[in-house]
């Protein structure tokens, strides 16, 4: 089995860096989801847009990745390992017939710790400035009748120094911005809890909407947005 991470751009210590737990939309050979392949392909199985936007700001804008190489809907990486939903049965009215009655624990061991195993050292090791949690959203869910009007958003538990600083910075630039919104980080903030919030580093867990994300085109300009806002976010944190 390939690794259940990558890690791409060098680092500096003291530097920004960027995680992402949903970046990939890929099934392990040997484990069968039983559903409808083209599934994985939407939110439910990837955070679209999102690795797109972590390679460009890896390549052109000097942010390090700890990213994801399965999907979310094997093992959720963004979830604590007793969370019910940390193989998940169903999301967003779908039913993960292949996760009913699954080996949890094998999940675990062989995707979950690793990935998280290795983006401690990779973080121990790179003492960074800021980190980057990033996300993306779909506009609607299928079982909500609510749109979600946030362009981007912001979340955090008990540590809201990095989130409060780019909130105004993406006001700044005319968004829409959740504070909290669509979910709230007391609530789901697992990687940061564990990553960041225990070490008194500094973060921000940003969730764009995914219709803005969706072409090429698109994830180069919030790669660029991103890189500016973290950049100046993290030279008020000093």
């Known amino acids: 089995m390939t690794l259940p991470y990558r890690q791409i751009g060098e680092a500096t210590c003291g530097g920004i860096v960027c995680v992402s737990d949903h970046a990939s939309n890929q099934v392990p050979e040997g484990i069968d989801l039983r559903i409808d392949p083209a599934l994985v392909n939407e939110h439910i199985g990837v955070d679209i847009g999102v690795e797109g936007i972590a390679e460009e700001m890896a390549a052109n804008h000097g942010v390090p990745a700890h990213l994801a190489t399965v999907s979310r809907l094997v093992v ?71 749109p979600r009007p946030w362009e981007v958003a912001l979340l955090y538990n008990e540590d809201d120094r990095a989130a409060r600083h780019a909130i105004q910075l993406f006001v700044e630039e005319g968004l829409n911005v959740g504070d909290n919104e ?57």
């Open 76 to 146: 959720d990486l963004h979830r604590e390992e007793e969370h019910p939903g940390v193989v998940p049965q169903t999301s967003d009215g779908h039913v993960i017939h292949g996760n009913v009655g699954a080996d949890v624990e094998e999940r675990l061991s062989s995707i979950y710790r690793p990935y998280h195993e290795a983006m401690s050292k990779w973080l121990d090791e790179r003492a960074p400035s800021l980190i980057i949690s990033l996300h993306s959203f779909t506009p609607k869910l299928a079982t909500s009748d609510e």
């Open 182 to 238: 669509p979910y709230s980080g007391k609530q789901l903030n697992a990687t940061m809890n564990r990553h960041a919030e225990p070490f008194g580093r500094p973060y921000c867990a940003i969730e764009i909407r995914q219709d803005l994300i969706s072409t090429t085109e698109d994830q180069n300009h919030w790669a660029a947005l991103l890189a500016k806002v973290s950049t100046r976010v993290a030279l008020t944190l000093d």
